[in-house]
């Protein structure tokens, strides 16, 4: 039996598209890890002026690495003790964790000393070296005054290695050091007002970013925070990490998916049932959307190897759009009657499905040339989507639909297009566009605008209470912005940036860098001709050397302190060590956590505690490769820049409409098309300036989809008139039908928890709402038919 070109086209497209669905099926299941990305900072742009400052935000922003920070608090010292052990006991138990330190482990002392022995004398604090080149010091009573130190509690090295303190001021101000956590009972605890804390680090097997790896960590921490809080009454657990922030953008986007998914599909049946009156319609139209939808997965997928959730939410949205153009294939048939011919059919419809696919891919096209990587993959995800959508009308759909309709349009959906369509068409609706533009311009006038970089990322504020106050007590570093230091190598690093760490000693702002650990071979050359002063029996030359150099002398300050000759003996003959270099700071076990600071040819400073952005770069003001990064900042200066180009690209999207619909119309019938969605737009952000929305690039962006899909309404108006006018208000009834599913699902991202989605999915209700309403200015009112 041979079959009909309508049939093996349709077969062609549908083994395809199970093809599509099983690489999409194996791309999102079957490699192991999700493709799904939840991490935050793969959204935004490269903002920073060269490649090493993008690559400074990227080492801080994973400095922390893929780990839960938790600090197990209660009133009780004891308490939070137990309940901190408890919770590391439990979550050491689930494999999703690689390590969990709770207790801290045995270690020699000596471990953390004695790598630093050999560089003794090249190493000291400002304090030190300005004691030893101040007039009248004198050496006897500096170790006098040492030997009868009390004992301390800090870690540091054997008296008789270390004489005059200097390496034990050295290893004070180190970063471990430094931090308010102290070991006490085997734990790192720091004490407040309103009670004891204690740190708990879970490492996790994975990345922060891997589905799977979310939430089996989150469950695993989940239960053990259950348990040890009904163990242990008032113990409250503060969290910070990658992880999760990861998972509630995860679980905003799962949310907006559910609300705009779930209730635009439902809303979308109802509204179909309602108007074709049968089942098979509703699910043809959701076949060609889903496959649509698949086709974008797949594509952005292919394209970028991973999926954003924002994308995935948008992509939700999508439905009500991809299923335009399933829409007027199905009115093309309940308007046809018993004359329906399914290829015929399709041949109705085309020109202006392929000019309205055009114009929408056009928008999206614009999108994708911004280097935004959300915006990029969202364009990317629609233009596949729409363009499988479209080729099912073609070619899928037709086998599916060779009887006519069993009826027309609900009636009384047809009547109430009918009505507005006479209405908004004609010389009155063009005086009523007319005195709306000018009832537009106060709410222009009104427009401010947001380049805030929330409204890309909105993390709970619960959450970010809980960095800070982590921040607080346990004094870690963090943030987003930070001091990069460049220069010519290594050694030029280091001098620019103990330019900076000076001024900011001198202010009094903590900081964590590089040279606190690694001094300049400048610096340690100082260091060591200062300290060269103890061992010249002559003055030392201006430079520091010593010329006439007289190891007895600096024996005869110990003996008379009343160390014993061995002891001054040894540390004598350990003079003048190493200098300390690169490669010795990369071996030390102690540093490891700290490498991140170090870059080739440049290096990070972090402020410790709140310095005002300001205020840090007022510490930078002459000073040689030394600048302020500040992510947040540059980001909005981004999106300042990417707003003020929009209003460009909408203008340069206006010409190319405009030039298409002249090429299918005419200049005389271009103007009138081209003027529903111009005027929608116009509506739309005069009416965003009386909502006191200021305006974002997301809302420009949307703007754009309006052009696109506004002018769709008024391509199908004008194209289905021809038609449909034997049954008059059908061919709008079938525009308004698009409409409203476009607005089920456009406008829902209004509800979405991300700001950026909250602007896209308002300018699109009220852009798409404008337009459809204006679209009969497209096209002659319907002839009334007489009695």
Excluded at 7 to 26: I, K, P
Excluded at 27 to 49: C, I, K, N
Excluded at 135 to 148: I, Y
Aim: charged fraction near 15%.
């Amino acid at each position: 039996m041979k079959l009909s070109p309508t049939t093996l086209r349709a077969a062609v497209f549908a083994a395809v598209s199970l093809l599509v669905c099983a690489l999409g099926a194996w791309l999102l299941f079957g490699r192991g890890a999700s493709p799904l990305q939840t991490d935050l900072l793969a959204m935004l742009p490269a903002t920073e002026r060269n490649a090493l400052a993008e690559d400074a935000v990227e080492r801080l922003a994973r400095a922390s690495g893929d780990r839960m920070i938790l600090l197990v608090g209660n009133k009780d010292d004891e308490a939070a003790k137990d309940a901190a052990r408890d919770l590391g006991a439990a979550l050491g138990k689930d494999k999703v964790f690689a390590h969990v330190l709770a207790e801290l482990p045995p270690f020699d002392m000596e471990q953390l000393v004695d790598p630093f022995l050999p560089y003794r004398f090249h190493l000291l604090t400002a304090d030190d070296r300005a004691a030893l080149a101040a007039p009248g010091f004198n050496a006897t009573d500096v170790l006098k005054r040492r030997l009868n130190e009390p004992f301390g509690a800090t870690i540091g090295p054997k008296l008789g290695d270390d004489p005059f303190g200097w390496m034990q001021h050295w290893l004070d101000r180190q970063p471990w050091n430094r931090a308010t956590l102290v070991p006490e009972d085997d734990l790192l605890t720091a004490h407040r007002d309103d009670g004891s804390y204690v740190l708990v680090v879970a490492t996790l097997d994975g990345s922060s970013y891997d589905d799977g790896v979310q939430r089996r960590a989150m469950g695993a921490l989940e239960n053990a925070e259950r348990d040890v809080t009904a163990k242990h009454p008032g113990t409250r657990i503060l969290r910070t990490g990658a992880i999760f922030y990861a998972a509630a953008a995860r679980a905003g986007a799962e949310r907006d998916t559910h609300v705009v998914g779930i209730t635009s599909t439902i809303g979308i049946a109802i509204l179909l049932l309602f108007v074709f009156r049968a089942m098979r319609p509703l699910l043809i139209a959701f076949l060609s959307t889903a496959l649509g939808v698949v086709g974008a997965v797949v594509a952005t997928i292919l394209v970028f190897g991973q999926l954003h959730l924002l994308t995935l939410v948008f992509g939700a949205a999508l439905l009500g759009e991809a299923v335009d153009y399933s829409i007027q294939y199905l009115c093309a048939r309940a308007n046809a009657g018993a004359a329906w011919e399914p290829m015929r059919g399709v041949r109705q419809v085309r020109p202006a499905l392929l000019l309205a696919l055009a114009t929408s891919l056009l928008g999206y096209a614009l999108l994708a040339l911004v280097p935004f990587p959300a915006l990029r993959q969202m364009a990317v995800f629609a233009i596949a989507g729409m363009a499988v959508a479209c080729a099912s009308v073609f070619w899928l759909l037709p086998v599916f639909l060779h009887k006519p309709a069993h009826a027309p349009l609900a009636p009384s959906f047809v009547r109430l297009a009918l009505t507005w369509q006479r209405a908004a068409s004609g010389r009155r609706a063009l005086i009523a566009i007319g005195v709306l533009v000018l009832l537009a311009i106060p709410g222009w006038a009104k427009l401010g605008h947001d380049d805030d970089i929330h409204l890309l990322i909105s993390p709970p504020p619960s959450l970010d209470a809980q960095t800070n106050q982590i921040r607080d007590i346990a004094g870690f570093g963090g943030g987003t912005q930070f001091w990069l230091v460049e220069g010519h190598d290594a050694e030029d690093v280091l001098q620019h940036e103990e330019a900076l760490t000076d001024r900011l000693q001198k202010e009094g702002i903590a900081w964590t860098g590089m040279t606190g650990m690694l001094p300049s071979q400048k610096r340690q050359s100082e260091n060591l001709a200062a300290v060269t002063r103890l061992f010249c029996r002559s003055a030392p030359a201006r430079d520091g050397s010593c010329g006439d150099l007289d190891r007895a002398q600096a024996r005869s300050y110990m003996t008379a302190a009343g160390f014993k000759d061995t002891t001054a003996e040894n540390f004598v003959a350990a003079f003048p060590g190493k200098v300390f270099t690169l490669d010795d700071w990369k071996r030390i076990p102690a540093y490891m956590p700290f490498q991140y600071l170090w870059m080739d040819k440049g290096s990070i400073v972090v402020p410790q505690g709140d310095v005002d952005v300001a205020h840090m770069r007022a510490m930078t003001e002459g000073l040689p490769g030394v600048s302020v990064i500040d992510k947040p900042a540059s980001i909005s200066v981004l999106f300042g820049e990417y707003r003020s180009f929009a209003s460009l690209w909408l203008g340069a999207a206006m010409l190319l409409v405009g030039l298409a619909f002249a090429w299918r119309y005419g200049l005389r019938g271009a103007w009138r098309v081209l003027m529903p969605p111009l005027a929608g737009i116009v509506l739309c952000v005069a009416a965003l300036g009386y909502l006191g929305q200021p305006l974002t690039l997301f809302h420009l962006m949307a703007l754009m989809l309006v052009l696109g899909v506004g002018a769709n309404y008024a391509v199908f108006l004008r194209e289905g008139e021809p038609h449909a006018a034997h049954i008059p208000g059908a061919a709008y009834a079938g525009v308004l039908l698009s409409a409203v599913t476009a607005l089920l699902s456009f406008g829902l991202l209004a509800l979405s928890s991300m700001p950026a989605l909250q602007h896209f999915g308002l300018t699109l209700l009220l852009g798409i709402g404008f337009t459809a309403l204006l679209a009969p200015v497209s096209a002659p009112a319907p002839v009334k038919k007489h009695a």
